[in-house]
């Protein structure tokens, strides 16, 4: 028994994997669980998926059977780590054979060196001597570009997984100043971005006919006053009146069908439709605490969002620690440029502090810097710690300058008119949820807090399910009042820009995009006073927008808002529209509330605040009514209240909870927070169809294996939930 435990701590010390042959089907219980070891790259080896899913992962009750993975060793040795394919003498491409013994094809891992990684992604011994290549570095002929999403996926791999021992949690601040992880030299301007050479299908577009009114009127206005009838004696100092904008996808679903005609054999993408292409850059945090589970996941995440953009999108990587450093150039998602993107990625490694404003600085310059834009350009930021470097982090008690974080180009604060938002996401419980939000709130992206590092790619799913859907850009909502003694109180719009002039006759709303079916509510309040008419003109709404696929500008105007004026006053009827609008707002102050005073120290206090706001709501039209986002709204302000039980709760969970709450209905778009992406979960506001559908595919990659649709389908099968729109 001595000896096989010192194989055993052998094996561990070497990074090797250890598994105990036992079937899933064994009813004895295992007392122990023997952790398994794989390094970053390799967990995202297929071959190392096959050995996961094939199999036995419940470990065997006896030492007996507790052996060192002959064939794991092997394996690592024969597939290459960084294209994910065999390493075979003879099949016409040179091998690298690395000090540590570890193979791979000379390339890959030429262009693994290339990105300034020196160590080896198997089993992480750094090397003394490395591959050179000469400037040439293009794909192979007639090598296949790895594709995540054809990969064997299952829940085998997730187990594997999860089984990996975490980090410490504590970051290690004495290693803030070590050598930067990529030395390849950069350009100073980051003019290099490839040529966007947009395909025939996104330029055919007839300029007459139905599928072209369509697209221009790729929008839809509807209005609600409070009441459709008011006294005529009587004077109203704020009757409200709901604006409602909803961006119509039918243009964008009649050419996918038409598409999917003439090819039946091929996926149904999102990728595939003619839709507005992105330039989408990634900044990612690959500090010390990432190591790990965290990096492994963060990797087939980014596996994911490669193998889902299409040819004529454009992507490109910052991976940020002490320092920050581009992957490679703004580059088209073609099979070459999936391959090269894979390769980058998968040659990340951990280590090093958290320098988010330098991954930010480098993320802008790219959007600044490139020849050719894009008509939609986003930024996603993912980061599991606190900016060490620029800011103190919110545990200081102190307001912090969360804006020196974001560059001023991003930020809109030099006056250029140039703004990207940001899309954050916060991964576990140690991130800076203060500083992430901030940087999301005034560059116009929205917040996600990735509680469960296992929907990691779930949560990247939803966002870019969005960006490869918008249908409207640039939008601008005027409001108008018809009669001349009518005027403008308030706008109630969020986070977005809204203005009243002078005068009070008129107001306007700065939308910017809109994801194919996605809403927007607003709520005018108006001073309306006593007339001697039988009916009273309101307001009229006028939207301005583009088109982003044709650039060209559409104006769409509402019908006039009016009421009935009778001289004797009628029962009243509340619009059912209007009042969970209301509630929607009324519940997004109260979270707001209760978090100023939760960060003031009073718990007690902000669970009070939550619990009135729910009484309220109980009472009103809708929620008797079961209005099925009042019942959302009530589930989410529960939530909260749990996640204030103590102190140590609200650090842990419940501020990044309530701030991506706050990010998803200040501009009424999805974010991912606690179990949002889980089917059977009420809190999904804001959800559209592209957003669900790339959801559902990741899902699918992750639960592929039929043990993993038996898992599955119990949530498929839960009872119907109401959705909140």
């Known amino acids: 028994m001595g000896s096989k435990w010192k194989k055993a701590k052998v094996a561990l010390g070497l990074n090797l994997c250890m598994f105990v042959p036992r079937t899933l089907d064994d009813d004895s219980p295992p007392p122990t669980v023997v952790s398994e070891r794989l390094s970053d790259a390799a967990l995202l080896s297929p ?11 419940t470990p065997m009750p006896s030492l007996h059977g507790l052996k060192l993975s002959k064939s794991s060793s092997k394996s690592s040795k024969q597939t290459c780590a960084i294209c994910l394919t065999k390493v075979k003498q003879g099949s016409g491409h040179a091998i690298f054979t690395a000090e540590c013994s570890h193979s791979f094809h000379f390339h890959c891992i030429a262009s693994n060196v290339k990105h300034g990684n020196q160590i080896c992604p198997v089993c992480r011994a750094k090397w003394k001597e490395i591959p050179l290549s000469g400037p040439s570095l293009g794909p192979i002929p007639g090598r296949v570009s790895p594709s995540p999403i054809n990969w064997p996926q299952n829940d085998a791999l997730m187990a594997v997984v ?17 050598v930067p992880l990529y030395q390849a030299s950069e350009p100073g301007i980051f003019d290099d971005d490839e040529s966007l050479n947009h395909q025939p299908a996104f330029s ?4 007459k006919g139905t599928e072209d009114t369509d697209a221009v009127r790729a929008m839809e206005i509807k209005t609600y006053p409070e009441v459709s009838a008011a006294p005529m004696s009587n004077t109203y100092s704020n009757f409200t009146v709901l604006v409602h904008l909803k961006a119509t996808a039918a243009a964008a679903a009649a050419a996918k069908r038409q598409n999917l005609s003439r090819n039946q054999a091929s996926l149904a993408q999102i990728s595939q439709t003619p839709r507005a292409p992105v330039d989408l850059v990634t900044v990612l945090d690959v500090s010390g605490s990432m190591a790990g589970t965290k990096l492994a996941l963060l990797k087939r995440a980014m596996g994911f969002v490669i193998q889902n953009l299409g040819s004529n999108d454009r992507l490109s990587v910052i991976a940020f620690s002490s320092t920050a450093r581009r992957l490679f150039p703004l580059s088209r998602m073609t099979d070459s440029g999936r391959q090269m993107a894979l390769q980058a990625v998968n040659s990340l490694v951990a280590n090093g502090g958290t320098n988010i404003a330098e991954g930010l600085r480098k993320g802008a310059k790219i959007m600044e810097d490139r020849k050719e834009k894009n008509p939609v350009a986003s930024i996603i930021l993912l980061s599991d710690g606190q900016d060490n470097y620029t800011v103190s982090g919110s545990g200081s008690g102190q307001p912090q300058p969360y804006h020196l974080l974001l560059p001023t180009s991003i930020s809109g604060r030099d006056n250029s008119g140039f703004q990207i938002p940001v899309h954050a996401f916060g991964f576990g419980t140690d991130h800076d949820a203060s500083s992430m939000h901030s940087i999301s709130e005034i560059s116009g992206g929205t917040f996600s ?7 990691l790619q779930d949560a990247f799913a939803q966002c870019i399910g969005g960006l490869l859907s918008v249908v409207i850009q640039e939008l601008q909502v005027a409001i108008e009042c018809i009669h001349p003694d009518l005027s403008l ?30 809403e927007r509510d607003f709520l005018v309040s108006i001073n309306v006073p006593a007339t001697s008419s039988n009916e009273t003109s309101l307001i009229k709404v006028k939207c301005v927008y583009k088109d982003p696929l044709t650039q060209e500008t559409a104006i769409l105007e509402s019908e006039e808002v009016k009421i ?3 001289e004797i006053g009628g029962q009243v009827v509340m619009s059912l529209e209007v009042d969970r609008q209301c509630n929607r707002l009324q519940a997004a102050e109260a979270m707001a509330q209760a978090r100023l005073a939760a960060e003031q120290g009073d718990l007690t206090g902000a669970v ?20 099925r986002l009042c019942v959302a709204l009530d589930a989410e302000l529960k939530e909260m209240q749990e996640r204030m039980a103590s102190r140590h709760v609200y650090e842990a969970s419940g501020r990044a909870y309530i701030l991506s709450g706050l990010s998803s209905h200040s501009w009424q778009r999805a974010t991912a927070r606690g179990d949002s992406t889980d089917r059977s979960s009420l809190v999904q506001a804001y959800q559209t169809p592209s957003m669900a559908e790339m959801l559902t595919r990741s899902q699918a990659t992750l639960l592929g294996s039929p043990s993993g649709q038996r898992l599955l389908q119990p949530l498929l099968s839960f009872r119907s939930q109401p959705s909140p729109r």
């Not at 109630?492 to 306007?508: E, I, T, V």
């Open 608 to 627: 009070l605040i939550l619990e009135n706001c729910r009484k309220m709501l109980s009472e009103t039209v809708s929620a008797k009514s079961r209005d």
């Open 162 to 178: 999860h089984r990996l021992p975490l980090p410490n949690a504590r970051r290690d601040l004495n290693r803030r100043h070590i």
């Open 47 to 57: 071959a190392n998926w096959d050995m996961s899913s094939s199999r036995p992962t």
């Open 564 to 566: 009935e004026r009778p």
């Open 204 to 207: 055919e577009r007839t300029s």
């Open 489 to 518: 109180v308030s706008l109630k719009a969020g986070s977005y820009p809204s203005r009243l002039m002078a005068d009070g006759h008129k107001g306007s709303i700065d939308v910017g995009d809109l994801y194919a079916d996605e």
């Open 449 to 455: 807090f990735i509680e469960t590092e296992a929907v």
